[in-house]
C-alpha cells in the first residue's frame, strides 16, 4: 500500500515550480496521495525549512515519506540525504534541513543517497527537486524503492552549526530561526527527549530581558513573553500583537536564553533569583 508523500518546499505559488515538482512526482506513482505543508519558507532558508519540517512531520501517520527541498546548493557537490526517523521517512538534500528533527529522534537511521545510481537520462542541473529528489521520495513512498537501497548507511545527516547549543548550566546562546505569519519569534532552542529544561529569560541584542515565562498566550501579561511553542521550541510571543515587530526581532538575530537553576536576570527594574529546582 502506497504511503502518503508531503511537500515542504521554498518554491512559492506564484510561480510554477511547485506544480512542477508535484508533476513529476505523480509521473512515477500516481496512486500516491500527496499533500503539501508549504511551499512558502523563504527563499533558500534552510533554517526554516529544518523548523517546519520538524513541526509539522510528527503529525502525519507513520510511514509517510516527506521531500523536502530547499536547495540553494543545487548542482553543486552537495549530497543528498534519506532519513527514517521515529518512523517518519525523509528525502532531501544532505545541506542541514534535516537538523531539529534528527537532534529530537528517538529511533533513526540515515543513508547518503548514490545520486548517480538514480540519476536519470534527463536531468537539469537547476532543477533536482523536480528532476531526482522528488521522484525518489515517490518511488519509496510507492514501495518500489526500500530506503537501504538509495545509498550507504551514514553516522548522521549535516547539521546546522548555528543552531547547535553554545552555553552551559546557566544559559544558551541561539539565534531566532523562524518568525512566523502571527509574528511569534522561534528559536533555535528545542526541548528533546533527553532535554527539557526550565527557562527564566531571554536576553535581547539591544540589551532588553524578556524574563515573563508563560505557557500559553492568552497568559502574557503585557507586550510579550516566552513560551515553549508546539513544535517544543522557545519562542517568544505576543498576546496578539508581534513579538517580532515589538522586539525587532528577524530570522538570524542572536539572542541568550537564561535557565531558571541558576538564573539573574533584571526584570522590570529588578533582579530575579530562583533556586535550583
Given at each position: 500500500?502506497?504511503?502518503i508523500?508531503?511537500?515542504?518546499?521554498?518554491?512559492?505559488?506564484?510561480?510554477?515550480?511547485?506544480?512542477?515538482?508535484?508533476?513529476?512526482?505523480?509521473?512515477?506513482?500516481?496512486q500516491?496521495?500527496?499533500?503539501?505543508?508549504?511551499h512558502?519558507?523563504p527563499?533558500?532558508?534552510?533554517?526554516?525549512?529544518?523548523?517546519?519540517?520538524?513541526?509539522?512531520?510528527p503529525?502525519?501517520?507513520?510511514g509517510?515519506?516527506?521531500?523536502?527541498?530547499?536547495?540553494p546548493?543545487v548542482g553543486?557537490?552537495?549530497?543528498?540525504?534519506?532519513?527514517?526517523?521515529?518512523?517518519?521517512?525523509v528525502?532531501?538534500?544532505?545541506n542541514?534541513?534535516l537538523h531539529?528533527?534528527?537532534?529530537?529522534?528517538?529511533?533513526?537511521?540515515?543513508?547518503?543517497?548514490?545520486e548517480?545510481?538514480?540519476?536519470?537520462t534527463?536531468?537539469?542541473?537547476?532543477?533536482h527537486?523536480?528532476?531526482?529528489?522528488?521522484?525518489?521520495?515517490?518511488?519509496?513512498?510507492?514501495?518500489?524503492?526500500?530506503?537501504?537501497?538509495?545509498?550507504?548507511?551514514?553516522?548522521?545527516?549535516?547539521l546546522?552549526?548555528?543552531?547547535l547549543p553554545e552555553?552551559d548550566?546557566?544559559?544558551?546562546a541561539?539565534?531566532?530561526v523562524?518568525?512566523?505569519?502571527?509574528?511569534?519569534?522561534?528559536?533555535?532552542?528545542a526541548?528533546?527527549?533527553?532535554?527539557?529544561?526550565?527557562p527564566a529569560?531571554?536576553?535581547?541584542?539591544n540589551?532588553?530581558?524578556?524574563?515573563?515565562?508563560?505557557?500559553?498566550?492568552?497568559?502574557?501579561?503585557g507586550?510579550?513573553?516566552?513560551l515553549?511553542?508546539?513544535?517544543?521550541?522557545?519562542?517568544?510571543?505576543?498576546?496578539?500583537?508581534?513579538?517580532?515587530?515589538?522586539?525587532?526581532?528577524?530570522?538570524?538575530?542572536?539572542?541568550?536564553?537564561?535557565?531558571?537553576?541558576?538564573?539573574?536576570?533584571?526584570?522590570?527594574?529588578?533582579?530575579?533569583?530562583?533556586?535550583?529546582?
Open positions: 500500500m502506497a504511503s508523500l508531503t511537500l515542504l518546499t521554498d518554491f512559492g505559488t506564484s510561480d510554477g515550480y511547485g506544480g512542477a515538482l508535484l508533476g513529476a512526482v505523480l509521473g512515477v506513482a500516481p500516491l496521495r500527496v499533500e503539501t505543508i508549504t512558502g519558507l527563499p533558500g532558508d534552510i533554517g526554516a525549512g529544518a523548523y517546519w519540517l520538524a513541526a509539522s512531520a503529525a502525519f501517520p507513520s509517510t515519506v516527506h521531500c523536502v527541498v530547499v536547495d546548493g553543486g557537490p552537495r549530497p543528498l540525504v534519506a532519513a527514517l526517523i521515529d518512523r517518519q521517512l528525502v532531501a538534500p544532505d542541514g534541513l531539529f528533527i534528527w537532534q529530537r529522534g528517538r529511533e533513526r537511521l540515515a543513508v547518503r543517497i548514490d548517480q545510481a538514480y540519476r536519470p534527463q536531468v537539469s542541473p537547476t532543477f527537486g523536480r528532476d531526482l529528489i522528488g521522484p525518489l521520495a515517490a518511488r519509496v513512498a510507492a514501495g518500489s524503492l526500500k530506503l537501504e537501497e538509495l545509498g550507504s548507511r551514514i553516522h548522521s545527516p549535516k546546522l552549526a548555528e543552531f552555553g548550566v546557566s544559559g544558551t541561539t539565534r531566532v523562524v518568525v512566523d505569519h502571527f509574528g511569534n519569534v522561534i528559536l533555535g532552542v526541548r528533546t527527549p533527553w532535554y527539557a529544561p526550565i529569560g531571554v536576553s535581547l541584542p540589551g532588553r530581558v524578556v524574563g515573563q515565562v508563560v505557557n500559553t498566550y492568552s497568559e502574557i501579561d507586550e510579550v513573553g516566552l515553549w511553542n508546539s513544535a517544543g521550541h522557545l519562542e517568544l510571543a505576543g498576546n496578539r500583537v508581534s513579538a517580532a515587530a515589538r522586539l525587532n526581532l528577524h530570522p538570524g538575530d542572536r539572542v541568550r536564553v537564561a535557565w531558571a537553576e541558576i538564573a539573574s536576570l533584571e526584570t522590570t527594574g529588578r533582579v530575579v533569583r530562583t533556586a535550583p529546582g
